[in-house]
């Protein structure tokens, strides 16, 4: 399985972008799928999950702001990204755990000015 990450790029604060993870066949109907985000200096950390059954779940700092959904038609996971502020700027990541194996995304850098 692999996992085609897009979306990121320079935005405002208060602004949005809405990150993409492709999978190359489909797996989101079996997979929990994860977005995280690692800022320079800074470990990797959870940022939003969708499990195959569609339950989603936030870390604290994005609730309300952003939004995990999945098009099983298109093998893509969307991250949308709204109020987007400074402390969102990292590289953000895709990962699918499916079957006891994870499969991680290239990252995708996003960077939000003041």
């Known amino acids: 399985v692999q996992l085609q990450a897009s979306g990121g790029g320079l935005v405002q604060a208060g602004g949005s972008l809405r990150l993409s993870c492709e999978a190359s066949?489909?797996?989101?109907?079996?997979?929990?799928i994860t977005w995280y985000r690692q800022a320079p200096g800074k470990q990797r950390e959870l940022v939003a999950t969708?499990?195959?059954?569609?339950?989603?779940d936030y870390t604290a700092s994005v609730k309300g702001r952003f939004t995990i959904s999945r098009d099983n038609a298109k093998n893509t996971i969307y991250l949308q990204m709204n109020s987007l502020q400074p402390e969102d700027t990292a590289v953000y990541y895709c990962?699918?755990?499916?079957?006891?194996?994870?499969?991680w995304g290239q990252g995708t850098q996003v960077t939000v000015s003041s």
């Open positions: 990962r699918a755990d499916l079957a006891s194996r994870a499969y």
């Open positions: 066949r489909n797996i989101f109907s079996f997979a929990v």
């Open positions: 969708i499990t195959a059954g569609g339950t989603t």
